[in-house]
């Protein structure tokens, strides 16, 4: 009777360590793929401003939190480019996607995780695009 019981407990911890696995792999997915999705609307709205004329501007929408965790962007003034970096944390995972953009682009992104969804400006003036 010990005997099964030890065997049916193996069985139960095996099975609960496969499903918690399969489950965070899952979350892993979700989170990564919402990244890359916030990382291809902005991929987007900067090729869009760098090919308008002067005296663009528009406005749109980020989700101001990813799965309800907090993300970053941030964008890195480098000498001949810029990076547009989307930077996600979540307790002990972390990962981001980075964008690299011509050195005409510039701006400072903030996030409120308590807004339902960030508005973002994007305008061009002087051949040079900002991001608000």
Do not use: C
């Not at 941030?74 to 990076?83: G, V, Y």
């Amino acid at each position: 009777m010990v005997i099964l019981a030890g065997v049916m407990l193996l069985v139960f911890s095996a099975a609960i360590l496969f499903g918690g696995g399969f489950l965070s792999a899952e979350r892993w997915e979700s989170e990564t793929s919402q990244v890359d999705e916030v990382s291809r609307v902005l991929r987007s709205e900067v090729d869009i401003a760098l090919a308008a004329p002067d005296g663009y501007q528009r406005t749109f929408t980020l989700p101001a939190t990813l799965g309800g965790a907090a993300y970053e962007i941030l964008l890195e003034e480098q000498p001949d480019f810029t990076e547009i970096v989307v930077r996600f944390v979540n307790h002990s995972v972390q990962f981001e996607k980075t964008i690299l953009v011509p050195s005409a682009v510039s701006g400072d992104i903030s996030l409120d995780p308590s807004a339902g969804t960030a508005t973002i400006s994007i305008k061009k003036e002087g051949g040079a695009v900002t991001l608000s």
